[in-house]
């Protein structure tokens, strides 16, 4: 593994993967520059464009997203730590195929219609949930 250290915000842990921490990313249109591969902490997304997006073998670890649209985004094997959602667009997620260990978040004023938390283990909180919910929740664990 190599760790470069770069404006104290990123290092690289493997060579296609970085890990970063305490950035803000505001209006960013991550369909013109795709999210990179690796670990998100303590990061804050603000109105960003994530829709689409392939997080997969992403890490987000107590990262904040508020007002974002991250619909029809990939979750193969995405980790999800302590991730909070506030008054995001949402739509078509499939948080079954998340990676289930120490899987949180909380979901505040969010939209997302037909997502599918199906058989999905969620360790901590999961309320908050408000706003035209039509996800499938049976056999939530």
């Known amino acids: 593994m190599i760790f470069v250290l770069s404006?104290?915000?990123?290092?690289?842990?493997?060579?296609?993967?970085?890990?970063?921490?305490?950035?803000?990313?505001?209006?960013?249109d991550f369909k013109k520059e795709p999210l990179q591969k690796g670990e998100y902490e303590n990061c804050k997304f603000n109105n960003c464009d994530l829709s689409n997006s392939d997080f997969t073998d992403i890490k987000i670890i107590e990262c904040d997203f508020i007002s974002c649209n991250l619909s029809l985004i990939k979750l193969n094997k995405t980790s999800f730590r302590d991730a909070r959602f506030n008054g995001c667009k949402m739509l078509g997620l499939h948080f079954e195929n998340c990676n289930e260990f120490g899987l949180s978040f909380i979901f505040e004023n969010c939209s997302l219609d037909h997502s599918s938390f199906y058989r999905t283990k969620i360790k901590k909180q999961f309320s908050k949930?408000?706003?035209?919910?039509?996800?499938?929740?049976?056999?939530?664990?």
Do not use: A, D, L
């Not at 990123?10 to 209006?27: A, C, D, L, S, Y």
């Open 129 to 141: 949930i408000r706003n035209y919910m039509k996800s499938i929740f049976p056999n939530v664990i």
């Open 7 to 28: 404006g104290g915000e990123q290092r690289k842990i493997k060579m296609e993967q970085t890990f970063t921490e305490h950035k803000t990313f505001e209006g960013t």
